[in-house]
């Protein structure tokens, strides 16, 4: 009977090593071995992430951007499409245009994703509150963190969640210094500018009749150049989660000085389109494209917006600027913090807004 028993139980244990060997268990058991650390996303949330994320999938571009200037861009395994078509990103990552695309039209896809083996998710967070997305995260067991902004402390603070997550919390305190040293140089320097000649200026977001809205990141922006922002006036502004649209005829009644877009077709439509010439501003040619680099320097998911203020107001206050290069600048904030070393052609692409971001 002893030894019967003895039999029994030398199986059983056999069985449970087994078990134990399957490939599913040991890689729950892997996961149980990877390090991990808790941080608090831009939602407040508080995640449990692997203490030094290896294969990390950013499904808001900004998020790559992001990824990018920390240094840590060899991580990145999955992107959204529109990545592609930033030259500037190309330069970083080499093997852009092979690179996963597991985030389109707002929606995960989830065996994609699960293709790229990532251990990490970066979301924006209007994917976070879409309950269908998230629940394909949880279900496959991918741990998500949200990074995401919609004003320039946003912008800050999603700078210092980023940091957190790849351990670099030093450089991006110092990415957030620099914005913060740039932002405040023009507030100083547009200080000197009296209220009654400051510029009204109709900002166009990517298209020409979408625009911005009162306290968001773009306004900020312009509030900063010391220009007068019509949109933020008072008007026809129809606002969703993602855009702020408004109408020709509004436009027409805000009358502004001058234009700037932030996408050089949105600028060629308004200078060649019968319906915008009566406007002062075009009649004028008071349109201006703004810079592209790593991303469009004035958009609500600019990477560089104290690079957008400085541009704005060195382009309608050039006497308040006069000591500044703005190539040069240009030119040492890329190298900075992109390790960037970028040619003439480059740099007058970049602040011409023409050639730095792929045609769809």
Same mark, same amino acid.
């Given at each position: 009977?002893?030894? $019967?028993?003895?039999? !029994?139980?030398?199986?059983?244990?056999?069985?449970?090593?087994?078990?134990?060997? @399957?490939?599913?268990?040991?890689?729950?058991?892997?996961?149980?071995?990877?390090?991990?650390?808790?941080?608090?996303?831009?939602?407040?949330?508080?995640?449990?992430?692997?203490?030094?994320?290896? !294969?990390? #999938?950013?499904?808001?571009?900004?998020?790559?951007?992001?990824?990018?200037?920390?240094?840590?861009?060899?991580?990145?395994?999955?992107?959204?499409?529109?990545?592609? !078509?930033?030259?500037?990103?190309?330069?970083?990552?080499?093997?852009?245009?092979?690179?996963?695309?597991?985030?389109?039209?707002?929606?995960?896809?989830?065996?994609?994703?699960?293709?790229?083996?990532?251990?990490?998710?970066?979301? !924006?967070?209007?994917?976070?509150?879409?309950?269908?997305?998230?629940?394909?995260?949880?279900?496959?067991?991918?741990?998500?963190?949200?990074?995401?902004?919609?004003?320039?402390?946003?912008?800050?603070?999603?700078?210092?969640?980023?940091?957190?997550?790849? $351990?670099?919390?030093?450089? *991006?305190?110092?990415?957030? *210094?620099?914005?913060?040293?740039?932002?405040? @140089?023009?507030?100083?320097?547009?200080?000197?500018?009296?209220?009654?000649?400051?510029?009204?200026?109709?900002?166009?977001?990517?298209?020409?009749?979408?625009?911005?809205?009162?306290?968001?990141?773009?306004?900020?922006?312009?509030?900063?150049?010391?220009?007068?922002?019509?949109?933020?006036?008072?008007? =026809? @502004?129809?606002?969703?989660?993602?855009?702020?649209?408004?109408?020709?005829?509004?436009?027409?009644? &805000?009358?502004?000085?001058?234009?700037?877009? $932030?996408?050089? $077709?949105?600028?060629?439509?308004?200078? =060649?389109?019968?319906? &915008?010439?009566?406007?002062?501003?075009? *009649?004028?040619?008071?349109?201006?494209?703004?810079?592209?680099?790593?991303?469009? &320097?004035?958009?609500?998911?600019?990477?560089?917006?104290?690079?957008? #203020?400085?541009?704005?107001?060195?382009?309608?206050?050039?006497?308040?600027?006069?000591?500044?290069?703005?190539?040069?600048?240009?030119?040492?904030?890329?190298?900075? &913090?992109?390790?960037?070393?970028?040619?003439?052609?480059?740099?007058? *692409?970049?602040?011409?807004?023409?050639?730095?971001?792929?045609?769809?």
């Amino acid at each position: 009977m002893i030894v $019967n028993k003895k039999i !029994r139980l030398g199986l059983l244990l056999f069985a449970i090593l087994g078990i134990m060997l @399957l490939p599913g268990c040991q890689q729950q058991a892997a996961v149980s071995e990877v390090p991990t650390k808790t941080i608090v996303d831009c939602m407040g949330r508080e995640v449990v992430i692997p203490e030094n994320p290896q !294969r990390v #999938a950013c499904l808001y571009a900004s998020t790559a951007h992001m990824v990018t200037m920390l240094g840590e861009e060899d991580k990145i395994v999955g992107i959204p499409n529109g990545i592609k !078509r930033d030259v500037l990103m190309s330069y970083k990552l080499p093997n852009l245009d092979s690179l996963s695309v597991p985030f389109q039209d707002g929606a995960i896809n989830i065996e994609e994703l699960l293709a790229t083996d990532t251990d990490l998710v970066l979301i !924006r967070q209007s994917t976070a509150e879409n309950q269908g997305e998230v629940e394909k995260l949880d279900k496959a067991g991918i741990p998500w963190v949200v990074v995401d902004y919609a004003s320039l402390d946003g912008f800050k603070k999603a700078i210092s969640v980023t940091g957190a997550i790849f $351990n670099q919390q030093e450089k *991006a305190a110092g990415y957030d *210094a620099d914005v913060q040293k740039t932002l405040d @140089l023009v507030t100083e320097r547009v200080s000197q500018i009296p209220e009654t000649s400051r510029i009204r200026v109709y900002h166009a977001v990517n298209e020409a009749a979408r625009t911005d809205l009162d306290g968001d990141l773009c306004s900020q922006i312009t509030d900063v150049a010391g220009v007068v922002n019509v949109s933020t006036q008072g008007g =026809s @502004l129809i606002t969703d989660a993602e855009k702020t649209m408004t109408t020709l005829e509004q436009i027409y009644v &805000w009358n502004p000085d001058a234009i700037i877009a $932030n996408d050089i $077709n949105a600028t060629k439509y308004m200078l =060649s389109d019968p319906k &915008w010439s009566g406007l002062g501003a075009v *009649a004028r040619q008071q349109v201006t494209t703004l810079p592209v680099g790593v991303t469009r &320097w004035c958009h609500p998911g600019s990477m560089e917006p104290q690079m957008a #203020a400085l541009f704005i107001a060195m382009h309608f206050y050039p006497e308040q600027f006069a000591d500044i290069d703005l190539a040069q600048t240009t030119r040492d904030y890329y190298k900075q &913090w992109f390790d960037l070393e970028l040619s003439d052609d480059d740099v007058s *692409a970049i602040l011409s807004g023409a050639g730095m971001r792929l045609a769809k």
